[in-house]
T-cell receptor, first 115, second 111 residues
Framework: DQQVKQNSPSLSVQEGRISILNCDYT??????FLWYKKYPAEGPTFLISISSIKDKNEDGRFTVFLNKSAKHLSLHIVPSQPGDSAVYFC??????????????FGQGTTLQVKP | KAGVTQTPRYLIKTRGQQVTLSCSPISGHRSVSWYQQTPGQGLQFLFEYFSETQRNKGNFPGRFSGRQFSNSRSEMNVSTLELGDSALYLC??????????FGQGTRLTVV
């Protein structure tokens, strides 16, 4: 039962353009969402998060949008840089209802930014 | 501020053996979670400890266990290793239920 889904295994964009990574979830108890960036053989690096009481959160080149009715979130990277090339994971948590730090991860999307 | 530290970075064990992995969280963080990453299954939650108590557990067999000490450091133990236990084991720490920060991971290979 995949509660968090990233349906695009890979994405390729040109340097300077926008990268849009998508994530869908099924559990309506999820109230906190995070995006992580990961390089091979390293731990995930936290990028940005959003609480379910918001629909947008911005941090520099990274913006996360949350559509609760559609159970969908997306990560926008503008402008994309070659150093952004990595695997991006979407994660969700039901922290208010379960008082836990447990994260459910999507399968990841490999982003390639071409110079 | 030091990040999450996991030791060892790499480990090779034989089937049937047991292994203990260690995690030192960010100073002040009381929640420590463990995840297993494999190519086929992605990042899977193992368990979470908060103030020395297991607060949550994933769907892994009893061969996987953990504990947390009073200084928030955590250990994970896998007994009777199987080939399928080969994976990258990641530890993450957080203040309580907020952003989780991950260590570099321990790459376990079972032969």
């Amino acid at each position: 039962d995949q509660q968090v889904k990233q349906n695009s295994p890979s994405l390729s964009v040109q340097e300077g353009r926008i990268s849009i990574l998508n994530c869908d979830y099924t559990n309506s108890m999820f109230d906190y969402f995070l995006w992580y960036k990961k390089y091979p053989a390293e731990g995930p690096t936290f990028l940005i998060s959003i609480s379910s009481i918001k629909d947008k959160n911005e941090d520099g080149r990274f913006t996360v949008f949350l559509n609760k009715s559609a159970k969908h979130l997306s990560l926008h990277i503008v402008p994309s840089q070659p150093g952004d090339s990595a695997v991006y994971f979407c994660a969700a948590s039901a922290r208010e209802s379960s008082n836990t730090g447990k994260l459910i991860f999507g399968q990841g999307t490999t982003l390639q930014v071409k110079p | 501020k030091a990040g999450v530290t996991q030791t060892p970075r790499y480990l090779i064990k034989t089937r049937g053996q047991q292994v203990t992995l260690s995690c030192s969280p960010i100073s002040g963080h009381r929640s420590v979670s463990w995840y297993q990453q494999t190519p086929g299954q992605g990042l899977q939650f193992l368990f979470e400890y908060f103030s020395e108590t297991q607060r949550n557990k994933g769907n892994f067999p009893g061969r996987f266990s953990g504990r947390q000490f009073s200084n928030s450091r955590s250990e994970m133990n896998v007994s009777t290793l199987e080939l399928g236990d080969s994976a990258l084991y990641l530890c993450a720490s957080s203040l309580a239920t907020g952003e989780a920060f991950f260590g570099q991971g321990t790459r376990l290979t079972v032969v």
